[in-house]
């Protein structure tokens, strides 16, 4: 008290700093892929999904068919991580799949962003077309990284749980086989 002049403000203690906004972001955007992978699985036919279609991949600065790409044989299962390995190989300009912005013309434009998720999920389908655009590479890298991040930190808060429910019962069956005995 009484160090500050009156009428100062202070500043906060805590700054919240990029890599705490990036892990918070990854979480929020991991959480909405299982809700969206959720969905996707409870609505979808598995006949449908394991069809076979050809997807044309639209590069958004080029115009006219002939910059289009074709992928024969692909199906709503496959992974947006997949996809982006089969446009790399398949492009004249060998695009990396972290600087590869694929998204739907319409229906919002939402990006194709988590690798993990089967491009289904994304209503990419027979009769669809995918633009492609280039994004920050490195960015899209670290958002990546970010997620796996936090699928990993899932993953292991997970195992530990299990443990701890394992150790639990393993320690109320001996409790209970003791009071047996008695």
């Known amino acids: ?9 202070t500043a906060p203690l805590v700054v919240e700093d990029a ?10 955007e991991v959480a909405e892929v299982e809700r969206r992978l959720k969905q996707w699985e409870k609505s979808a036919d598995t006949a449908t999904r394991a069809t076979p279609f050809p997807l044309t991949i639209q590069p958004a600065l080029i ?20 996809l982006r390995a089969l446009i790399h190989d398949k492009m004249k300009s060998k695009s990396e799949p972290d600087r590869q912005l694929l998204f739907i ?6 990006p194709l962003e988590d690798e993990t998720l089967p491009i289904g999920a994304y209503e990419v ?22 997620r796996v991040r936090v699928r990993a930190e899932a993953k292991t808060a ?7 429910r394992a150790k639990l019962k393993a320690q109320l ?3 209970g086989t003791v009071l047996l005995a008695i």
């Open 1 to 9: 008290e009484g160090i500050l002049p009156q009428g100062r403000e």
């Open 125 to 146: 389908g027979p009769e669809v077309t995918l633009h492609l655009a280039m994004q920050d590479g490195a960015e899209a890298a670290a958002r990546r990284a970010a």
């Open 158 to 164: 997970a195992e530990a749980e299990a443990a701890g």
């Open 19 to 28: 890599a705490a906004r990036a892990v918070g972001r990854a979480r929020a």
């Open 105 to 110: 013309v319409g229906g919002g434009q939402e």
């Open 63 to 82: 115009g006219g068919e002939g910059a289009a790409i074709i992928l024969e044989g692909v199906t709503a299962e496959l992974k947006v991580g997949e």
């Open 173 to 175: 069956t001996l409790v």
